[in-house]
């Protein structure tokens, strides 16, 4: 167990890091720590000095996931875009500290909402990541942009497009494919296969964004790990477990599914 363990991220939002910090410490878990906006609101910098001094003293790897609750990076509205730009560059505060692999964000492309907007959405989306971008670049670090309502690859393939940049990859999250995708799991890899850096791996049904456990839900990892190895992609794996129990039993399914054996 300890081995899969070593090569996967483990989802843990910051306000919850005072009563898991010891039991990551312990099992030498990587995080990848959620900064929300709650978060980054009542951000402690002394307290975060203090856990990456000893996340850094474990030999932990780290990642981040960024706030996205009600923004809106894409916005037409430009108040809106830059609020929700102002909100996400809090989190490259905290980079000088953490050193994290990744940085995972949302671009929010929903075309329930963008209505007929797609030129629209991605030239207000490129001026935002475009900025966000450099910052990565300065702090040596990579934004991860994932998948959410995304019904196919598209749109999100046209903004790495045209973004073009080393500093900035699309992190697959399988979950959220099963629900809201309408395109098999194939195109998306052809579309998006050169861009994969990040893997956020839970599951469900395909009704709604339920974060069960790996291999409980009726997503076919072993489809996708097959993928993987045909285009010789070996991305940061996250597994984004809502509690501990979903936690332990998505690292035993995978190691009875023998996904990582590639790895």
Known sequence: MQDILSKV??????????????????RKLNPEIYFSHYALKNLDKSKCIETAKLFAGAGLKLTFHGPFMDLR?????????????????????????????????????????????DDLWLESSIKTWTELVALAKDAKTIIALENVYDKEPHILRRLFDALSSDSICFCFDTGHFNVFSYTPLNIWLQELGKYLGQLHLHDNFGLKDEHLPVGNGNFSFNELFEELRKIKVKPVITLEAHDQADLWQSLENIKNMALFNFI
């Open 9 to 26: 991220q483990v989802h843990i939002p910051f306000h919850l890091m005072p009563q898991y910090q010891e039991a990551i410490l312990q």
């Open 73 to 117: 990076p894409g916005a037409l509205d430009d108040k809106i875009r830059q609020a929700s730009l102002d909100r996400i560059k809090q989190i490259f505060d905290l980079v000088p500290y953490f050193h994290p692999l990744r940085i995972v964000c949302h671009p929010s492309f929903d075309d329930r909402y963008y209505v007929d907007c």
